[in-house]
């Protein structure tokens, strides 16, 4: 018998029974006012009171059998992402030649395509390419998978080439949305903000420019990180929030940034992230009027490195 220390607190009925517990015992104690519940058939949590999520995962686990692993949005929390929308369903994948059904909280997907797992707090769950797209195929809002795959691919968890792979390979039926959101952080956009202003200089009809661009001068000295950037005219679009100038240090970094930029010859555009959708006209006619500045000043020398 399992010491309290080491008892799990949601186990198998079958494993009770293994050590000895009848399973008239087991029925009664799950039963109303008894001691333990049954979170999905044939799994029991061996207390009362609201089952965490904890105890949610690992049933949904237990119940999937050998060789399961979260995906989805659970995963990706496991995995340590923060802009991953919650879904009560926990996604669960098995071998394609198991027989388990969904129950419950647990939604659980046969594939020929189970990947290698990565152990999270102990328990085995997908790699965040394939988390990312499972979760992004039972969303229906873009911003919500725009966000996702961008932070996935900003704080280094994967990058826009892993999630092309893994997109592809689970094929063209049900992935319109996510290719759609895929493409601007492909292009190299890391925010839900940077994926309007890419859909939005796509509009444009002014000429291709890169995203998130460190820029120096002749003599190799800094400038910026520009998000986006127009080598042909020296031109800088800031796409620049309210959130990230909400202390005096970081108002004091931006002046500090226009005026390198200022120095530098450049030409800069600061806009706010909410008139892209607001105001889009208004904005692409800023846009057009910032770069015939631009074109009519003489072209400063300036070096680029992608930033990571």
């Known amino acids: 018998m399992l010491t309290a220390p080491d008892r799990p607190e949601v186990v198998?009925?079958?494993?009770?029974?293994?050590?000895?517990?009848?399973?008239?015992?087991?029925?009664?104690?799950?039963?109303?006012?008894?001691?333990?519940?049954?979170?999905?058939?044939?799994?029991?949590?061996?207390?009362?009171?609201?089952p965490t999520d904890e105890h949610?995962?690992?049933?949904?686990?237990?119940h999937s059998r050998q060789d399961a692993m979260l995906t989805g949005t659970w995963a990706l929390h496991r995995h340590g992402l923060e802009r991953v929308p919650r879904q009560e369903k926990i996604h669960v994948l098995i071998p394609a030649n198991r027989g388990v059904a969904n129950a419950g909280f647990a939604h659980v997907e046969r594939t020929h395509r189970l990947p290698r797992p990565h152990l999270?707090?102990?328990?085995?769950?997908?790699?965040?390419p394939r988390a990312v797209i499972d979760a992004a195929r039972r969303l229906t809002n873009e911003d919500e998978i725009q966000a996702m795959m961008a932070e996935a691919v900003q704080r280094r968890f994967c990058t826009t080439d892993m999630l092309t792979r893994e997109l592809d390979q689970a094929g063209r039926t049900g992935t319109a949305l996510l290719r759609k959101a895929l493409t601007p952080l492909v292009a190299g956009a890391r925010s839900v903000a940077e994926a309007d202003a890419y859909r939005l200089w796509q509009r444009s009809g002014l000429p291709p420019g890169q995203w998130n661009v460190s820029i120096f001068d002749a003599k190799g000295n800094y400038i910026a990180t520009s998000d986006f950037w127009c080598d042909e005219v020296a031109f800088a679009w800031?796409?620049?929030?309210?959130?990230?100038?909400?202390?005096?240090?970081?108002?004091?970094a931006t002046v500090a940034r226009n005026a390198r930029y200022a120095a530098a010859g450049i030409v800069v555009?600061?806009?706010?992230?909410?008139?892209?959708?607001t105001e889009p006209d208004q904005v692409l006619a800023e846009l057009h009027a910032a770069f015939q500045a631009a074109q009519g000043r003489p072209q400063p020398e300036i070096l680029l490195k992608r930033a990571a």
């Open 12 to 50: 198998r009925a079958n494993d009770l029974e293994q050590i000895g517990v009848p399973r008239r015992t087991i029925s009664r104690r799950c039963a109303a006012g008894g001691p333990w519940q049954l979170l999905l058939p044939g799994i029991v949590l061996l207390s009362t009171g609201a």
């Open 56 to 62: 949610r995962v690992r049933a949904a686990l237990l």
């Open 120 to 128: 999270r707090g102990g328990l085995p769950v997908a790699p965040v």
């Open 238 to 252: 800031e796409i620049d929030s309210y959130r990230h100038h909400t202390s005096l240090e970081d108002h004091r």
């Open 269 to 277: 555009l600061q806009t706010l992230p909410s008139r892209l959708r």
